[in-house]
T-cell receptor, first 112, second 115 residues
Framework: QQQVKQSPQSLIVQKGGIPIINCAYE??????FPWYQQFPGKGPALLIA?????SEKKEGRFTISFNKSAKQFSLHIMDSQPGDSATYFC???????????FGTGTKLQVIP | NAGVTQTPKFQVLKTGQSMTLQCAQD?????MYWYRQDPGMGLRLIYY???????DKGEVPNGYNVSRLNKREFSLRLESAAPSQTSVYFC??????????????FGPGTRLTVT
């Protein structure tokens, strides 16, 4: 049972484009929504996270948009660069660490 | 600081063999986790440890056992490896979530193949 659905599975954009990765969840108890970035051969690393009391959060070129009523959240990467090429995972947790559920991942390729 | 370290980096086992994956963190974190990563499946939690002396099952615990040896170390054991356990295994740690610290720090992973 997949509690966090992520799309697309893969994405190719040109440098400067704005890739968008979408996630949807079912469990209304989720109260923390992080995004992790993973480069080949490395472990995931936290990129940005949001709580449901805000609709948007920006950190540098990365923005999370959150729609509580639709139970959806998305990651936007402004002015994407080849160095952003990685796999991105959305995740959600409810009330603590042990409930972290990850999406299936999106492999992003930014071509020069 | 080395962060989260895992050994070995690569391992090939035959069906039925046993092995232990080692994980250590030097960030004085209370909580530690073991995940497996499979293509198209994302990261799935195998076991976690809220603090030294406690362990709990995650989403996919069957075929695995864990030991929280001390605050720094959390090992994952496969007693009788099966081809279905071919995967990349990640260890992670985090500060006390009860203090609002949710970020998990991941190790570099162990790539395990069971033939």
């Amino acid at each position: 049972q997949q509690q966090v659905k992520q799309s697309p599975q893969s994405l190719i954009v040109q440098k400067g484009g704005i890739p968008i990765i979408n996630c949807a969840y079912e469990n209304t108890a989720f109260d923390y929504f992080p995004w992790y970035q993973q480069f080949p051969g490395k472990g995931p690393a936290l990129l940005i996270a949001i709580r449901p009391d805000v609709s948007e959060k920006k950190e540098g070129r990365f923005t999370i948009s959150f729609n509580k009523s639709a139970k959806q959240f998305s990651l936007h990467i402004m002015d994407s660069q080849p160095g952003d090429s990685a796999t991105y995972f959305c995740a959600a947790s409810a009330g603590g660490y042990q409930k972290v559920t990850f999406g299936t991942g999106t492999k992003l390729q930014v071509i020069p | 600081n080395a962060g989260v370290t895992q050994t070995p980096k690569f391992q090939v086992l035959k069906t039925g063999q046993s092995m232990t994956l080692q994980c250590a963190q030097d960030m004085n974190h209370n909580s530690m986790y073991w995940y497996r990563q499979d293509p198209g499946m994302g990261l799935r939690l195998i076991y976690y440890s809220a603090s030294e002396g406690t362990t709990d099952k995650g989403e996919v615990p069957n075929g695995y056992n864990v030991s929280r040896l001390n605050k720094r170390e959390f090992s994952l054991r496969l007693e009788s490896a099966a081809p279905s356990q071919t995967s990349v295994y990640f260890c992670a740690s985090s500060e006390d979530w009860r203090e609002g610290a949710y970020e998990q720090y991941f190790g570099p992973g162990t790539r395990l193949t069971v033939t």
